[in-house]
C-alpha cells in the first residue's frame, strides 16, 4: 500500500516561495524602526530562528537567499545547517532604508512625523525619513526573487530569508497588488513566513504569518 502523502512529499503543485522574517532583536523588543540598520539577533531571535528552521527543513527546500544584513543572514544560516544548503545572500533583499526614521521608537515617528506616518499608514506614497519608497524596495527586491525561482526545479522551493517591509512588498508585488493595498497584508512576526505558489493565473498567496507547517488546502475553493 502507498503511505499518504505529506506536505513535504507532495508533487504536482508547482514552485513555492517561503519568505521567512528574521528573529527577534533587540530594537523589535524596543520598537525602535529599523531599516537598513544592521542589528543583530537576540537570543530569543536565535531561538527562534532554530525552532523555525527544523520546520522548514522538512519542506524540503531547493534553494536558501537572504538579505546580507546580520539578523537576516544569522536566521538563514540556522536552515543552511539543518539542509546542507548554500545561502545566497544579496542585499537586494535588505529591509526599507528610512532616513531618519532608524532607531527611533515607534512613539518618536509618530511624535516626530505624524503626518508623514499618517500618510504612510493611508497608503500614500511616502519615503519615510527620506528614505525609500515601498514601490522601490519592490523594484529591488522582487526580481531577485523571480531570478532564483527560475532556477528551481518544477516543483521546487525557494526559502527568502529577508525582513518584515521588504517581504510585504514583495508579496504585494508578486500578486499584482497595487501599492496603496500593500498595507492591507498584515505584518510578519518575527520568524514566521508566508508561502506563495505559482499557479496557471500567477502567484496565489498560500499561507501567511504562519509559525507551522503549511497544509493543503482541501475544499471547494482550491
Given at each position: ?93 535588505r529591509e526599507t532604508y528610512a532616513g531618519v526614521w532608524q532607531g527611533l521608537t515607534h512613539e518618536e515617528i509618530i511624535e516626530r512625523y505624524g503626518e508623514q506616518y499618517a500618510a ?103
Amino acid at each position: 500500500m502507498q503511505a499518504a502523502s505529506t506536505p513535504a512529499q507532495r508533487s504536482g503543485k508547482g514552485r513555492r516561495v517561503i519568505l521567512w522574517r528574521h528573529g527577534q532583536t533587540a530594537w523589535n523588543v524596543e520598537r525602535r524602526f529599523q531599516g537598513s540598520t544592521d542589528i543583530p539577533l537576540t537570543e530569543t531571535g536565535l531561538g527562534q530562528a532554530r525552532r523555525a528552521a527544523r520546520l522548514l527543513a522538512s519542506l524540503r527546500p531547493d534553494a536558501i537567499i537572504a538579505s546580507d544584513l546580520e539578523r537576516a543572514a544569522a536566521t538563514a544560516a540556522e536552515l543552511s545547517t539543518i539542509t546542507g544548503l548554500d545561502v545566497t545572500h544579496d542585499q537586494s533583499l535588505r529591509e526599507t532604508y528610512a532616513g531618519v526614521w532608524q532607531g527611533l521608537t515607534h512613539e518618536e515617528i509618530i511624535e516626530r512625523y505624524g503626518e508623514q506616518y499618517a500618510a504612510w499608514k493611508r497608503g500614500e506614497p511616502v519615503r519615510r525619513g527620506g528614505g525609500e519608497l515601498e514601490s522601490e524596495v519592490a523594484d529591488r527586491a522582487a526580481p531577485v526573487v523571480l531570478a532564483h525561482v527560475e532556477k528551481l526545479p518544477e516543483d521546487g522551493t525557494l526559502v527568502v530569508v529577508s525582513h518584515g517591509g521588504a517581504i510585504r512588498t514583495t508579496i504585494g508585488r508578486l500578486l499584482g497588488l497595487e501599492t496603496q493595498h500593500w498595507e492591507s497584508l498584515g505584518g510578519l512576526s518575527n520568524c514566521c513566513w508566508s508561502v506563495l505558489g505559482r499557479g496557471a493565473r500567477g502567484w496565489r498567496l498560500l499561507e501567511h504569518n504562519a509559525g507551522t507547517l503549511p497544509e493543503p488546502v482541501l475544499g471547494d475553493d482550491d
